[in-house]
C-alpha cells in the first residue's frame, strides 16, 4: 500500500493511505479499524476498547478492489462531514458499526471516543484520532498505572501511586499521608484528627488519647463523658458507679468519649478530655460520689457505711487528671467487716524464704508458716505437718523424679494376677490384672493360659456349671488343650455327662444320662473319677469341628472296665475370634453326683 497526500477535492489535505482489498465491503464515511490480519480493515464500533481501536476514515470508493482512506488531517470529501453545527465533536457509534456519532456513549462498558471537530457543517471536518475511554460506574476500577489521579479543581490536591505499593496523599500541594502495606503514616507537618477531639502528631504527640482505654457498643446506655462506671452485673454491659455500697463502688473507669451507643472508658493514666475533669485546683484528690451516681466530688465522704474511694488527682484544672488505682475504704465507727477476697497477697505479713503458710495442728486456729527445704515433701499426721524428704528404698529430687534404689523390689511388690508356686515363671498377659501372670515353665511351645483349682458340684438333674476358667486371652487360630480332673458319684443313679462352653456359647451340650454309653455309665451304681482331655484345633474358616475329647473313669470298687474312655466331639462351631473363658457343664440322673476340679488351660504356639 502507498501513503499518498490527496487533494482537496478528495480529502482536503489529510495523510490519506490506499488499501487493495479484493470485494471490498466500504463505504466513503465509514471509520474502521484493523481486522487482525496485516493489511485487512474492518469497521469500528464503540461498543468494546478492542472494536474502537480506530485506524481511519474511508474517503474514496476507488473500485471494487480498492479504497482510500485518511489517517489524520483536514478531511472535505463528500459524504463523509456529518451535517452538524461548526465546533461539534464527532465520536465513534457504540450502536452502528462503523459510523460517527454526535452524541457522546455514556452506557457503562461503551467506549467515549472522539474521531474529529466539524469545521463546516457537511463539507469539512479536522480528524484528531483521541485515545478511547472506557465508560464505567462508580462501582467499577480505574487503571492509573502509576499516574497522579487530579482530585480537585485547582489541581492540587491528588492520589499518586508512582511508587510500587505505596499511595501518596497529597493535599494543597504537599504530601501530607502516605500508604504502604498494613501501614498509614502521617508526614512531616501533619496531625491525624478524631471526631472525638483526640489527635495523633506527626511528633508523636498524643492528644485525647489513652492506652488504657477501651470502647463498648451498649444500646440506651444513659451515660455522658465524665461518668464514673461499674459493671452492671451483665457481660459486656456497665453503670454508673456510687461510693453508697461496697459493690457500687467498684470503679471500673470514666466515660471519655461517647459516640451514640459506643462508648470509650479509660481505667487508668491520664484523662486530657476537658469534660471528664471536674473544675478544681490542681493536686486536689476526687473522690466518688456518694449521693450522685456517676459524679466525682472534691469532697471525701465522711458518713458511716459510704465508700471513702479516691479516684483521681486533678494535675491541670478542669483539664487533665490521672486515675488512682486505689481501693475504697468502707466508712465506720464501730467493728467493719472486710469484704471477701479483698485481702491480697501483697497486703499479708511477709513470710521467711521456702515456707508455706499452714494450720499445723488438729484444731482451727491461726496459720503458721512451715519451713520447707530442698527435696521436702508436705506430710500430714492428722495433728499438723511435718516437712520431709523420700527415705529408704525411693528418694526423690527436687525436679520431682523418684529413683528406687536397686534390689528392692521383690514379689511382694510385684502386681501379679496370681499366686505362684515354686518353678513358675512371670509372663506377660496384657489381659491379666498388672498384665503379668505366674505360670509354669514348658518346652516353649506350650503355655499355660489359665485354671481353676475349686471344686465345683452339682447334683441336678438339668444342665448346670461346673469348672470354669474366665479372663482368657487366647488368640484366634491357637490350638488348646483343657484337662480337668471328674468324678462321678452314683448314689443309686446310672449315669452321668458332662458338657463344654467355650465363651458363652455351648460346643457340646451333656447328654440324657438315662441313656446307655452316652455318659460315665454306673456300672452297678460304682462311684467312679478320672480325667477329661480336651483337644481344640487351631479354628479357621470352614475348619470349627475342630474338639477332640476323652475321658478315662476308674470304678471305686474296680468293677468294670477301668480306663474305659468315651470321645467327645464339637456339636458347635467352635470360635474362630479370641478365646476369654471355657466353662464344663453337667448333668446326672436322680440321686447322682458330678463334679469337676484341677481344670487348667493349655495352649500350643503356632511357629
Given at each position: ?8 477535492s ?9 488499501i ?14 484493523s ?27 476507488i473500485d ?46 461503551q ?33 492509573v ?6 482530585l ?25 499521608f502516605?500508604f ?16 472525638s ?12 488519647f ?22 452492671s452485673?451483665s457481660n ?25 451507643n459506643d462508648i470509650?472508658i ?5 484523662i ?7 473544675n478544681v ?6 473522690f ?10 472534691a ?8 465508700i ?8 491541670h ?10 481501693r ?5 465507727t ?6 471477701d ?5 501483697a ?5 521467711a ?7 499445723d ?7 503458721s ?6 527435696t521436702?515433701l ?9 516437712a520431709a ?11 520431682g523424679?523418684v ?6 523390689i ?12 515354686n ?6 498377659q496384657s489381659?491379666n490384672?498388672?498384665?503379668l501372670t ?13 485354671g481353676?483349682?475349686?471344686?465345683d ?9 461346673l469348672c470354669?476358667?474366665?479372663?482368657l ?5 491357637t490350638?488348646i488343650?483343657?484337662?480337668t ?7 443309686g ?8 462352653t ?11 444320662p ?6 460315665w ?19 479357621v ?6 474338639l477332640?475329647g ?5 470304678p ?8 474305659a ?12 475370634g ?14 447322682a453326683t ?14
Amino acid at each position: 500500500m502507498t501513503l499518498t497526500k490527496i487533494g482537496a477535492s478528495l480529502s482536503g489535505g489529510a495523510d490519506v493511505i490506499h488499501i487493495t482489498h479484493a470485494s471490498h465491503p466500504f463505504t466513503v464515511g465509514q471509520v474502521l479499524r484493523s481486522s487482525g490480519s496485516a493489511g485487512v480493515y474492518t469497521t469500528a464500533q464503540a461498543d468494546s476498547a478492542a472494536n474502537a481501536e480506530v485506524i481511519g476514515i474511508v474517503v474514496q470508493d476507488i473500485d471494487t478492489n480498492t479504497y482510500a482512506m485518511a489517517l489524520s488531517g483536514r478531511i472535505t470529501a463528500d459524504g463523509v462531514v456529518p451535517v452538524a453545527t461548526a465546533g461539534t465533536v464527532l465520536f465513534l457509534s457504540p450502536t452502528s458499526a462503523g459510523a460517527l456519532t454526535t452524541t457522546e456513549p455514556t452506557t457503562t462498558g461503551q467506549i467515549s471516543k472522539p474521531i474529529g471537530v466539524v469545521t463546516t457543517s457537511n463539507l469539512e471536518m479536522i480528524m484528531i484520532n483521541y485515545r478511547g475511554e472506557v465508560v464505567a460506574t462508580s462501582t467499577e476500577s480505574w487503571d492509573v498505572n502509576g499516574s497522579e489521579l487530579i482530585l480537585d479543581v485547582d489541581g492540587d490536591t491528588s492520589l499518586h501511586a508512582d511508587t510500587d505499593d505505596q499511595i501518596d496523599v497529597q493535599i494543597a500541594g504537599a504530601d501530607d499521608f502516605r500508604f504502604t502495606a498494613n501501614t498509614l503514616s502521617i508526614l512531616s507537618g501533619s496531625t491525624l484528627a478524631i471526631d472525638s477531639g483526640a489527635t495523633l502528631a506527626n511528633s508523636g504527640t498524643l492528644t485525647g488519647f489513652n492506652s488504657n482505654s477501651f470502647t463498648v457498643t451498649q444500646a440506651s446506655h444513659g451515660l455522658a463523658v465524665g461518668k464514673v462506671v461499674k459493671s452492671s452485673g451483665s457481660n459486656g454491659a456497665f453503670a454508673t458507679a456510687q461510693a453508697n455500697t461496697a459493690a457500687n463502688a467498684e470503679v471500673v473507669g470514666i466515660v471519655t468519649v461517647v459516640s451514640g451507643n459506643d462508648i470509650t472508658i479509660t481505667t487508668s493514666g491520664e484523662i486530657d478530655v476537658a469534660a471528664a475533669v471536674p473544675n478544681v485546683a490542681a493536686s486536689t484528690v476526687v473522690f466518688l460520689d456518694p449521693s450522685n451516681a456517676g459524679d466525682l466530688t472534691a469532697t471525701e465522704p465522711s458518713t458511716d457505711d459510704q465508700i471513702s474511694k479516691p479516684v483521681a488527682i486533678v494535675t491541670h484544672q478542669n483539664s487533665k487528671m490521672v486515675l488512682l488505682p486505689f481501693r475504697g475504704e468502707i466508712l465506720g465507727t464501730g467493728a467493719q467487716s472486710v469484704a471477701d477476697d479483698s485481702i491480697t497477697n501483697a497486703k499479708l505479713a511477709n513470710m521467711a524464704a521456702n515456707t508455706v503458710k499452714v494450720r499445723d495442728a488438729n484444731s482451727s486456729g491461726d496459720p503458721s508458716d512451715l519451713a520447707v527445704a530442698t527435696t521436702q515433701l508436705i506430710i500430714g499426721d492428722g495433728t499438723g505437718f511435718t516437712a520431709a524428704a523420700l527415705s529408704g528404698e525411693a528418694t526423690m529430687t527436687n525436679a520431682g523424679v523418684v529413683s528406687v534404689s536397686d534390689n528392692i523390689i521383690d514379689e511382694a511388690n510385684l502386681k501379679v494376677s496370681n499366686s505362684p508356686t515354686n518353678g513358675q515363671f512371670l509372663s506377660a498377659q496384657s489381659g491379666n490384672t498388672g498384665g503379668l501372670t505366674w505360670a509354669a515353665a514348658g518346652g516353649g511351645a506350650v503355655s499355660w493360659e489359665g485354671g481353676n483349682t475349686t471344686e465345683d458340684s452339682s447334683t441336678s438333674t438339668s444342665v448346670s456349671d461346673l469348672c470354669d476358667v474366665t479372663s482368657l486371652t487366647i488368640p484366634a487360630g491357637t490350638p488348646i488343650r483343657v484337662w480337668t480332673a471328674a468324678r462321678y458319684g452314683a448314689g443309686g443313679g446310672d449315669n452321668a455327662s458332662i458338657g463344654l462352653t467355650i465363651n458363652g456359647t455351648a460346643m457340646r451340650t451333656p447328654v440324657n444320662p438315662a441313656v446307655a454309653s452316652q455318659g460315665w455309665e454306673a456300672n452297678g451304681n460304682d462311684d467312679m473319677d478320672g480325667v477329661w482331655i480336651l483337644d481344640i484345633g487351631p479354628r479357621v474358616t470352614n475348619y470349627t469341628k475342630g474338639l477332640l475329647g476323652f475321658a478315662n473313669r476308674h470304678p471305686a470298687s474296680g468293677v468294670g472296665a477301668a480306663g474305659a474312655m468315651h470321645g467327645v466331639n464339637a456339636q458347635a462351631a467352635l470360635p474362630t475370634g479370641e478365646i476369654q473363658s471355657i466353662v464344663h457343664t453337667g448333668i446326672v440322673a436322680s440321686g447322682a453326683t458330678i463334679a469337676t476340679d484341677e481344670m487348667h488351660v493349655y495352649s500350643w504356639a503356632v511357629s
